[in-house]
């Protein structure tokens, strides 16, 4: 542990928390989004169940998931703690700051975005992920489906908390949250890990670009569509 | 007084051999129990401190900046001289020694200027070493370009800012210390008194400019790195607060001044743009290597300088000194560029400015380079103009930025308009061979003494004299005096010699307060360098210089009676940091002039209108002038003049040439 | 050329570090030729002459490379223009009655001397924990006998061209000094003389930087595109890697 402990005493150990923690979310949102997309097979959530299944009952993805579970409790922790403790740099406020003259508005409201994806994610992990892991509140309905398999119907669940217009808006709003969030957290990500090259970088930043569009569109679409009975 | 060099015996080339190898020393013990104190942190004083602290000393630095890392050392573009050869273009010690006693117009000493040459190519490893990022070639290997006065290529460079360069890597060098505990470095404080005990220099009083207090340091030797008194003309290309008040103060403690009156005016400057200006920016000589400078043919010419054909223009340095062309010495083409705009050629919404053209360069030279070298058949112009730019930009990028910046024109498109302007002093206080100033204890180096470049110095050669200075004379020199003060115990300064300099300080600082008149400092600096620049800038007179001096008494009585200095002198009062420089500028323009008056030739960077040849040229006068005039101040404002005579036993003297 | 403007100046003052602030009005007649801080020369010389404070400033070389000069105006340090210091910006970047608020750099780690000048002592400090190489005078070989290829040369002389201003502490919203701390651990990382300290320096300099009261980096960027001499973003990645390197080698 000595040798790693400069990830909680040091400016620059605490940044590369931000970055490893947060490249594994991403990693984590392109599955989950790959198995949401499921559902525009419009098969009756056919697929999404068994991908669903398999994510909930295999030991190694349960494995990561504490290990998820724990690098997003850092990374909120450590992005909250960030924001506070940079505010506190500069006790004497600029009269007159303009500061799209030099960022980005979304680079400089990490905290700001972070939140709106935390208050989102506390619905989010209520709708699916407790009812999905626990069984609570209520039982989901089992499915047998064609192929003679049993699952329990997550995807009923989806159908269910989509008909609230009130859901869907702030699920939207979570997904733009999260574009922004991921617009500037991607390549920043790679920037702190110290990736700069003159040839990948412009690489490294159009990708991340690409992922912070697809990915929460894609998520964003999911709850119009139930809503809109698109999908069925 | 007689004024003693202390060259060493010997044969030119063995002097400084010999000085080394049977100079005193002090043991590494006692140096610990030897405190130095060093006055300003430019390239001289960071190098100075940081080599001295490395030995082993106890130093103390001082700079009035916030940071010793902004001395104006910082500010040199071109580069720095050093007789390394690798060019393998004929350079050597010798010719480098050569070129600079040739160059400072034969009135500087031989031995100094041989000890310059040698220790020129050690700085450039010791630089090195620090990882200062000289400009290389694809080979890796150091790049090299001329500077004017010489016809090598000797300059090592980093792109249009050398002297950053040089200057963080003394600077890194100091901070290493300060790191380390062997230096304590006071940034913010100005010093405003020397100390003197039996006779010696024994410490210094500085103000802490931010809490206004006098504060005292003890130093078994005191070290002025204080940089030149450029800005006694006003505008001038020093940074606003380049000043002589720790030099002056130090004369006014009895070290001589020497030469006051050889000051250097640099032929490139962004010439003066309205009455508000507070500065003058320099263009690099290094332009020259590429730039050609030409005035139209025609008097009063208003054309574009684009529509002027070839055959309508005078290449003036071209055709007046075919052999060293652009690259003459900064005096002559200085002077060359005021004779023409005197005569009415100059150019410009002022008419004081000659043009510095780049194109033919860009095109012939880069140009047709690189289209050879992409394989560009017959190319037209062009495409010749776009190669090339690219070339010019990548050399002098930061300088043709900087221009444009002021301006509002772009150089690569219309030719730079220049004008001389002041840029270093050859004076300073008088050092013997060691360094020392006529005060025992108290040293001079870099600019701020007078010693290596007589009357002219060449470009690229004063970094090489300021890191020369600090890092291989003065940590050798220095032995010869402290070896015999390894008894001297720290003297308290609770010492009455201690409390007088700092009630002097205190009353002059606090009479500037009481006066509460109606005029700023600025108003009499502005005022006093016009007096300088018209009547002791580029060409003397004699009339001239008599009415200067009255005039510069008048303004000087007039100060102290209506100067108005706001605020108190405690806490941060950058006015009343300037009122005591001014004052002391106002001294000091005065003996500069009596020393203009009093060298009755011309030579170097003094010309004197009464003295010159049929075709304009400097004429010295060897036979009455071949020495240094060494000022001794007697108290309100009277001087008496010590000459030390200039011996030349290697190099045989000559009118100087370029043509 | 020639023509006048009217200027109407907000411009911080500040007794001393302690003292509380405020904004002063002032209005002022420039040159579009003049500098800015030209501008504050003749405003300077009307407020002595009507007996009042002076604003005090800090300034030297006024050619955009010693670093001193360092106010925010309109909240961006060294002024609208990119690529140039307070004393390279001209009063043609502004127009006629333009409205321009002037302040001092703002961060803990800056305290304010007095008005719109500042303490930036703590950049030094950074310096003299590790910004360096290890060689007393004297101990040198000859400058060829070590070869650097030109493009290590060149990006080493790009990050070493940094002026020490402190604009990029200023611009960031954390009031990082990373660019400051990048641009002297690349420059040294990357030429042969740096090695022998490569690791320890990126760590003690780091360090350094921490106690001195700099806020984290969170890559917004602003540093580097506020940097008067253009130090590129890439210096901070280089610094973080070098960091990392090093602290995984347990230094």
Redesign the interface.
């Known amino acids: 542990m000595?040798?790693l402990s400069?990830v909680f005493s040091?400016?620059?150990?605490?940044?590369?928390v931000m970055a490893v923690t947060g490249i594994s979310l991403i990693a984590f949102l392109l599955v989950h989004c790959a198995i949401n997309a499921t559902v525009f097979f419009n098969d009756g959530g056919e697929t999404f169940n068994i991908a669903a299944e398999f994510m909930g009952h295999n030991w190694l993805i349960r494995t990561a998931e504490i290990g998820l579970f724990a690098g997003l409790l850092w990374h909120i922790i450590q992005g909250i703690w960030?924001t506070l403790?940079?505010q506190?740099?500069?006790?004497?406020?600029?009269?007159?700051?303009?500061?799209s003259?030099?960022?980005?508005w979304y680079?400089?409201s990490?905290g700001l975005l972070g939140s709106i994806i935390l208050i989102f994610l506390v619905m989010h992990l209520k709708h699916f992920w407790v009812v999905s892991r626990f069984g609570m509140p209520h039982e989901l309905g089992h499915l047998e489906y064609a192929s003679g398999e049993h699952l329990e119907n997550l995807y009923v669940e989806m159908v269910n908390v989509f008909q609230n217009p009130v859901a869907v808006i702030v699920y939207v709003l979570g997904c733009i949250g999260l574009g922004y969030h991921l617009l500037?957290g991607f390549?920043?990500a790679f920037?702190?890990?110290?990736?700069?090259h003159?040839s990948y970088?412009p690489m490294i930043q159009s990708v991340g670009v690409a992922f912070s569009i697809i990915v929460p569109l894609i998520f964003a679409i999911i709850p119009v569509a139930f809503h809109l009975g698109l999908i069925k | 007084m007689k004024l003693d060099a202390k060259i060493p015996e010997g044969p030119l080339e063995q002097k400084w051999t010999k000085y080394k190898s049977s100079v005193p020393l002090v043991n590494p013990a006692n140096k610990r129990n030897l405190n130095i104190i060093v006055v300003g942190t430019g390239l001289a004083g960071a190098s100075a401190a940081a080599t001295l602290a490395e030995m082993g000393y106890q130093v103390s630095a001082f700079c009035f900046q916030d940071s010793p890392r902004r001395a104006h050392s910082i500010a040199a573009q071109g580069g720095i001289n050093a007789a390394k050869n690798y060019q393998n273009d004929g350079d050597s010690v010798h010719r480098l020694f050569y070129d600079t006693i040739k160059g400072g117009d034969y009135r500087s000493r031989e031995g100094n200027v041989h000890r310059l040459a040698e220790v020129s190519t050690n700085i450039i490893d010791q630089c090195v070493a620090q990882g200062v990022p000289f400009a290389r070639e694809y080979g890796g290997t150091l790049s090299n370009r001329s500077f004017g006065g010489t016809q090598v290529q000797r300059t090592f460079y980093a792109a249009g800012q050398t002297g950053q360069q040089l200057l963080l890597g003394a600077y890194s060098a100091l901070e290493r210390q300060v790191g380390l505990g062997n230096v304590k470095m006071y940034a913010r404080h100005e010093m405003v008194e020397v100390v003197k005990i039996d006779g010696k220099a024994r410490g210094i009083i500085a103000r802490n400019l931010v809490s206004g207090k006098l504060e005292r340091y003890f130093g078994h030797a005191v070290l002025l790195c204080t940089g030149g008194y450029g800005n006694v003309f006003y505008l001038s290309t020093n940074a606003m607060g380049s000043n002589v008040t720790a030099a002056w103060k130090a004369h006014k403690a009895g070290a001589l001044f020497g030469n006051p009156c050889f000051t250097q005016i640099h032929p490139t400057c962004i010439p003066v743009s309205g009455h508000y200006q507070s500065k003058l920016t320099l263009m690099s000589e290094s332009l020259r290597n590429d730039g050609r400078i030409w005035v139209p043919k025609k008097q009063g010419d208003t054309r574009h300088p684009n529509d002027i054909p070839e055959e309508e223009r005078d290449y003036y340095l071209e055709r007046r000194y075919p052999a060293f062309g652009n690259l003459v010495p900064r005096d002559i083409a200085s002077r060359a560029a005021k004779e023409r705009c005197d005569a009415g050629y100059g150019v410009g919404p002022s008419k004081m400015a000659v043009y510095l053209d780049f194109k033919y360069n860009m095109m012939n030279k880069y140009g047709r380079a690189e289209a050879t070298k992409h394989g560009i058949a017959n190319p037209d112009d062009e495409t010749l103009l776009r190669l090339g730019k690219d070339i010019i930009k990548e050399k002098y990028g930061n300088l043709f930025d900087m221009y444009k910046q002021i301006t509002a024109e772009d150089p690569y498109e219309v030719p730079m308009r220049i004008y001389p302007a002041v840029h270093y002093t050859m004076g300073g206080l008088w050092v013997d061979y060691e360094l020392q100033t006529t005060v025992p204890g108290l040293y001079a180096l870099g600019e701020a003494n007078f010693s290596d470049h007589g009357a002219n110095r060449l470009g690229a050669s004063a970094l090489m004299q300021g890191l020369a200075d600090g890092y291989f004379v003065i940590p050798y020199t220095i032995g010869n005096y402290l070896s015999k003060e390894i008894h001297t115990k720290p003297i308290p300064t609770d010492h009455e010699a201690f409390e007088e300099a700092e009630k002097r300080a205190n009353e002059r600082i606090s009479g500037f307060l009481k006066i509460k008149g109606t005029r700023t400092v600025e108003s009499y600096h502005r005022e006093l360098g016009l007096i300088m620049w018209d009547k002791c800038g580029m060409a003397r007179n004699e009339k001239g210089l008599k009415e200067a001096i009255e005039q510069i008494r008048a303004l000087r009585e007039d100060f102290y009676k209506n100067v108005r200095v706001p605020g108190s002198d405690s806490g941060f009062n950058p006015e009343l940091d300037k009122a005591g420089r001014v004052a002391d500028f106002l001294e000091l323009g005065e003996l500069m002039c009596l020393d203009a008056l009093a060298r009755e030739e011309s030579c170097g960077g003094h010309f004197r209108e009464e003295f010159q040849t049929e075709e304009g040229e400097a004429m010295r006068d060897d036979d009455k002038f071949l020495s240094v005039f060494a000022w001794e101040n007697k108290g309100n404002n009277d001087y008496e003049l010590h000459r030390e005579d200039l011996n030349y036993e290697n190099i045989k003297i000559q009118q100087r040439s370029y043509k | 050329m020639g023509n006048t403007m009217n200027i109407n100046l907000?411009v911080?003052r500040q007794q001393n570090e302690n003292a509380q602030?405020h904004?002063e009005e002032h209005k002022v007649q420039a040159s579009p030729d003049m500098s800015f801080l030209e501008m504050f020369d003749v405003l300077n010389e009307q407020l002595i002459e009507d007996g009042k404070d002076p604003i005090a400033f800090d300034h030297d070389c006024r050619e955009g490379i010693c670093g001193m000069c360092s106010m925010?105006i309109?909240?961006?340090p060294h002024g609208?223009k990119g690529g140039v210091t307070t004393c390279q910006l001209h009063m043609r970047s502004f127009k006629d009655g333009d409205t321009v608020?002037v302040?001092p750099w703002?961060?803990?780690?800056f305290p304010?001397i007095k008005d719109l000048s500042v303490n930036r002592s703590a950049f030094d400090r950074i310096i003299s924990s590790g910004g360096y190489v290890s060689v007393n005078t004297g101990n040198a070989v000859d400058a060829n006998s070590v070869l650097i290829p030109k493009d290590v040369a060149d990006t080493a002389f790009q990050a070493a061209t940094c002026i020490g201003c402190g604009a990029c502490v200023s611009?960031c919203?954390?009031?990082?000094a990373m660019l400051f701390v990048g641009a002297k651990v690349t420059q040294l990382s990357m030429l042969p003389q740096g090695q022998p300290e490569r690791e320890s320096r990126v760590v003690a300099m780091?360090?350094q930087?921490?106690a001195e009261?700099?806020?984290?980096?969170?890559?917004?960027?602003?540093c580097a595109?506020?940097c008067p001499k253009e130090i590129p973003?890439?210096v901070?990645?280089?610094?973080?890697?070098?960091?990392?390197k090093a602290?995984?080698n347990?230094k």
């Open positions: 000595g040798v400069f040091s400016s620059l150990g605490r940044k590369l960030l403790d940079n506190k740099r500069r006790k004497s406020k600029y009269g007159a700051n303009p500061g003259a030099n960022s980005k680079s400089r990490m500037h390549s920043s920037q702190t890990l110290g990736i700069n003159k970088t | 907000k911080w602030g904004f925010v309109n909240g961006r609208p608020v302040e703002r961060a803990n780690a304010v611009a919203k954390n009031a990082s780091v360090d930087m921490d009261g700099f806020g984290a980096c969170t890559n917004t960027g602003a595109a506020e973003l890439s901070i990645a280089n610094l973080n890697r070098e960091y990392y602290k995984l347990g």
